[in-house]
């Protein structure tokens, strides 16, 4: 009988003879990955790479984190439920009690709690069909660079280009107006309020307006909170839903649980995802005040709608926001890593940067992008994982783990400088 240690080592040339031309991260990241703890990777040589990527920002919690793996292993040893479409589970209720307790109640939050299906996309197309079931209007207003999913209404308020491509149709029911600070120094609140108020500009009244608070893949733009006050302002003077994005700024990534809570304002329906699942898992939620629930049942629906393992690791998650202390070490962090894009700005003047982001979700946006493209690909041969963003790739971004320590975070940021030396140099 063969051992683990028997088995052959997999190569990259399995992925290129068996997998479709569609993969993506498997080319960013050229190795085998094998095994993961914390913030800390290793491929099937050993080598060992600190992660700035997180899963995209599934990982908040980090890789493998004890808690949650000890339940989840517990869990499966009792054959307890794992698969359940949206049929009535230990494990779904005590997540909804305590999602109430720790996160609704503390922040005066009036929202039913849907799942919707297991990834982003799906708490997006909820929450447009919601908008435009309560509303009875068509028209989704979404933002320049802003990112929302791979489905078809996802793609549709999505303004990626070439991601917009891939729909194979045109894309409908969506207006697009400029983020904030889209054009430099000029604010697009006026604008905007000037299209809805004027009944010729072409621009229907809508059901909703979606929005990020920090556009990930559009470049790490973070939104102000005047701009985003103004923004729901404008939705009530209109009565437009407002959708808030937090499939990646959520779940603590810039500070607090949910990103809009220091801009003090209350979105209609909310989108979660990504670390929602606490260990990875696929899970994702879509928050709607309670007034606009008005689903009809099965109206919307799917099979991995209730990924009771998800449920367990997300439980456990959230025993980090029963108190500040968490919030506070991330803004620690944040800090650091803050002080670290001014040093590589101020340092590296040759890379004519700007700064990018809020929180743990920051960037160092290049004049060039192939700049950015070249600093990632050296990183990763040093010995770290990051990715670019923004519409050229012209950002290369931090995403760690928030549990990163202290030293993770130091580490990581020499093998930046010194790829940014070696990019620079070459």
Same mark, same amino acid.
């Given at each position: ?187 697009? &609140? ?5 299209? !809805?108020?004027? %009944?010729?500009? +072409?621009?229907? *009244? /809508?059901? #909703?307006?979606? $929005? ?52 003090? &304002? ?5 989108? !979660?995802?990504? %670390?929602?699942? +606490?260990?990875? *898992? /696929?899970? #994702?939620?879509? $928050? ?139």
């Amino acid at each position: 009988m063969s051992t683990t240690t028997d088995k052959p080592v997999i190569a990259m040339d399995v992925f290129e003879q068996y997998e479709s031309k569609v993969r993506s991260y498997s080319r960013s990241f050229p190795t085998v990955f094998k095994k993961a703890k914390g913030h800390t990777l290793w491929d099937v040589n050993d080598k060992e790479y600190i992660d700035f990527f997180a899963g995209a920002g599934a990982l908040n919690y980090g890789h493998n984190n004890d808690k949650m793996k000890n339940l989840l292993i517990k869990y499966l040893e009792e054959d307890a439920i794992t698969h359940s479409l949206d049929m009535a589970t230990v494990a779904r209720g005590e997540f909804l009690k305590k999602f109430d307790e720790v996160i609704l109640k503390p922040r005066n939050l009036d929202y039913k709690v849907m799942f919707p299906g297991p990834t982003g996309t799906n708490t997006v197309e909820s929450a447009l069909k919601i908008a435009r079931k309560v509303t009875g209007r068509n028209t989704v207003i979404s933002f320049t660079n802003g990112f929302h999913g791979m489905t078809i209404g996802s793609l549709s308020v999505t303004g990626n280009a070439s991601k917009r491509g891939g729909a194979g149709i045109p894309l409908n029911n969506s207006v697009f107006m400029p983020f904030d600070n889209y054009v430099e120094n000029t604010s697009s &609140i006026e604008y905007i309020e000037a299209f !809805l108020e004027n %009944s010729s500009s +072409g621009v229907d *009244l /809508p059901a #909703a307006m979606i $929005l990020e608070t920090v556009q990930g893949e559009g470049g790490i733009n973070a939104a102000s909170y005047d701009w985003l006050r103004n923004m729901e302002k404008i939705c009530r003077k209109f009565d437009i839903l407002l959708i808030v994005d937090d499939v990646q700024a959520g779940c603590g990534r810039t500070g607090t649980f949910f990103s809009f809570e220091p801009a003090g &304002i209350t979105p209609d329906i909310v989108c !979660l995802s990504k %670390s929602i699942g +606490g260990y990875g *898992l /696929p899970m #994702a939620l879509t $928050l709607i005040k309670s007034e606009y629930d008005i689903w009809a049942p099965g109206e919307h629906n799917g099979t991995f709608r209730g990924n009771n393992l998800a449920f367990i690791a997300a439980t456990e998650a959230l025993t980090y926001w029963e108190t500040n202390k968490f919030s506070q070490e991330i803004s620690k962090k944040a800090e650091m890593m803050s002080s670290f894009v001014d040093f590589i700005i101020h340092e590296y003047s040759e890379l004519n940067a700007t700064k990018r982001g809020r929180g743990l979700m920051q960037g160092v946006a290049c004049e060039k992008a192939e700049i950015s493209e070249r600093i990632c690909e050296e990183a990763f041969k040093r010995g770290l994982l990051m990715e670019t963003s923004g519409p050229e790739g012209e950002v290369f971004k931090f995403l760690p783990p928030l549990t990163i320590d202290q030293a993770g975070l130091e580490k990581g940021f020499q093998i930046v400088e010194d790829s940014i030396k070696s990019v620079l140099n070459n």
